[in-house]
């Protein structure tokens, strides 16, 4: 039986960590909806990613001799869990917008170009991750590579249309429903740690890879690699920063009613307080008085 190394404890503590994630995303998502914009349906898929990947780790560490398959499982479960934590955030930036943005045919479009970017990113990343434990020769190797550079490229460019995005909507607040102001506070609040978790992801997807059984060349990106890189920056840089985003995001949809927010909105009241959601002492100033107009109108561009 092999000997579990740092990166082996640390998928020990993921796999306790998401567990209850798991079930609390769940509840999120019976709650708020599966649609892929509410976002809560990838803190599901993200949970599940983080589980599996553990797994498969751990039991490629303590197998004598690992199977290139469970080494390759792994190593893409890793790389691919930046794809939904940005879906997340493409779902909340479409929350937010709901009720306010919704006849802007523009923010519309980019935002769903920005899911598919997301999913092309994810597709290459795999691709690569595949491609790279079935190199038999230097060719297939630089081939592989490229597929996950470009995957990383995208995801920066990605990350910085989600900065744009987030930045408009704080320029436009005065028309985002009370509650969802709030999340778009949790996204600003991530954001630092999601840069950092892309940073991760484009250094670790340009350091060196090696063909099985080659040992692979050392050069100054060496130490981002996912698999083979230092544990303290794989820890840092993507493990904690990834669980911040989680947590922040978690909050958010534990404690912030935006779904009776909406439905309130759309029919010119607010729901009535209930132990669940809204507590007694509810603002009432945000109640509806006579001959009250509501004050956020939707945005036309």
Aim: hydrophobic content about 45%; charged content about 10%; proline content about 4%.
């Amino acid at each position: 039986m092999g000997k579990l190394d740092a990166r082996g404890g640390i998928s020990i503590v993921l796999m306790i960590i998401y567990i209850p994630i798991l079930l609390v995303s769940a509840v999120l998502v019976k709650r708020h909806g599966f649609k892929r914009q509410a976002g809560w349906i990838f803190l599901l898929i993200l949970s599940l990613v983080r589980i599996v990947g553990s797994i498969a780790h751990l039991v490629a560490e303590l197998s004598n001799n690992p199977s290139s398959g469970l080494i390759e499982t792994f190593s893409i479960l890793d790389n691919i869990g930046l794809s939904p934590l940005m879906g997340c955030t493409l779902g909340f930036l479409n929350t937010v917008g709901a009720g306010a943005f919704e006849d802007n045919k523009r923010l519309s479009t980019a935002l769903r170009l920005m899911g598919i970017l997301a999913t092309v990113a994810m597709i290459l990343t795999v691709v690569g991750g595949i491609d790279v434990g079935e190199a038999n020769d230097q060719s297939d190797l630089n081939s592989a590579t490229k597929y996950r550079h470009i995957g990383g490229v995208l995801y920066v460019i990605l990350y910085l249309l989600v900065a744009l995005a987030h930045g408009f909507f704080w320029s436009q607040k005065e028309y985002i429903m009370l509650h969802r102001r709030t999340l778009l506070v949790g996204i600003s609040a991530v954001l630092p740690f999601l840069f950092i978790r892309v940073l991760y992801s484009i250094l670790s997807d340009f350091a060196p890879a090696a063909i099985e059984g080659v040992t692979p060349h050392h050069n100054g990106l060496s130490k981002f690699s996912s698999t083979t890189g230092s544990w303290g920056i794989y820890l840092l840089m993507s493990v904690i920063c990834e669980l911040l985003v989680v947590f922040v995001y978690l909050y958010i949809g534990i404690s912030v009613p935006v779904t009776k927010e909406y439905d309130a909105h759309a029919m010119g009241a607010v729901p009535q307080a209930d132990n669940q959601t809204y507590q007694p002492n509810y603002n009432p100033g945000y109640a509806p008085q006579a001959g009250y107009e509501p004050n956020y109108k939707p945005y036309n561009n």
